[in-house]
């Protein structure tokens, strides 16, 4: 399922508020960093990511390759910030309720 351009934009607007929740150091993407990356989308669905300097890939494939692995989509990628996100049909939600990554 592709995301359409306005649902993009509007998760993008809600990526300002986000601070990081995953950092991602010097040794890359490993399988504890992806373990816990899968388990971040299963509960929040929309999730920001900070790339350490020390990381040797650019922001941008690094994002393509975590998405690609998570089966979640690029949201956006500023710098060395990038935020993903993977709808969870299994999240309990009420008409009214705040998003789960607030």
Same mark, same amino acid.
């Given at each position: 399922?592709?995301?359409? #351009?306005? /649902? !993009? *934009?509007?998760? !993008?607007?809600?990526?300002? @508020?986000?601070?990081? $929740?995953?950092? %991602?150091?010097? /040794?890359?993407? $490993?399988?504890? =960093?992806?373990?816990?990356?899968?388990? +971040?989308? &299963?509960? @929040?669905?929309?999730?920001? %990511?900070?790339?350490?300097?020390? =990381? /040797?890939?650019? +922001?941008?494939?690094?994002?393509?390759?975590? *998405?690609? !692995?998570?089966?979640?989509? =690029?949201?956006?990628?500023? #710098? @060395?910030? $990038?935020?993903?996100? &993977?709808?969870?049909? /299994?999240?309990? !939600?009420?008409?009214?309720? +705040?998003?789960?990554? @607030?």
């Amino acid at each position: 399922m592709t995301m359409t #351009g306005k /649902e !993009r *934009a509007e998760l !993008r607007s809600e990526c300002n @508020r986000l601070k990081p $929740t995953m950092h %991602i150091g010097h /040794e890359g993407i $490993t399988g504890p =960093v992806l373990a816990a990356l899968d388990d +971040a989308l &299963r509960t @929040r669905e929309l999730v920001k %990511i900070q790339l350490n300097k020390s =990381v /040797e890939v650019s +922001a941008k494939s690094a994002a393509n390759d975590l *998405a690609k !692995r998570v089966k979640a989509e =690029v949201i956006q990628v500023i #710098g @060395r910030t $990038t935020t993903l996100y &993977r709808h969870n049909p /299994e999240l309990k !939600r009420k008409k009214g309720d +705040a998003p789960p990554w @607030r």
